[in-house]
């Protein structure tokens, strides 16, 4: 059975950073992509970044490009999401997820605010 469980999120003051993590079971990691989503409130999921099994392909959602970095870890089957220079407009529920099975995280709550 497939589990993804996040954690890192909070409270941060704009400007400040956060890393978040996803800790991933029951399937093969190293050989999946994997992604964060987000949903701000009031608004629908959108991508913030995706990761090919090696490591080796990456993108990134246009709102995020040169201040989140995405990550893996295959040995400890652990995805990442680096942000820095978070603003208030990053405040949402980030989700993480793997496409080949549809599988969401709980999600963990990311706010933004002074």
Known sequence: ???LVESGGGLVQPGGSL????AASGFIFSA????WYRQ??????ELVAHISGAGD???YGDSVKGRFTISRD?????????M??????DTAVYYCYRP???????????TVSS
Do not use: A
């Open 1 to 3: 059975q497939v589990h």
């Open 19 to 22: 890393r978040l993590s996803c």
């Open 32 to 35: 999946y992509f994997m992604s």
């Open 40 to 45: 701000p409130p009031g608004k629908e999921r």
């Open 57 to 59: 392909r990456i993108n």
């Open 74 to 82: 295959n040995k400890k089957k652990t995805v990442y999401l680096q």
């Open 84 to 89: 820095n220079s978070l603003k208030p407009e």
């Open 100 to 110: 080949s099975g549809d599988n969401w995280g709980q999600g963990t709550q990311v």
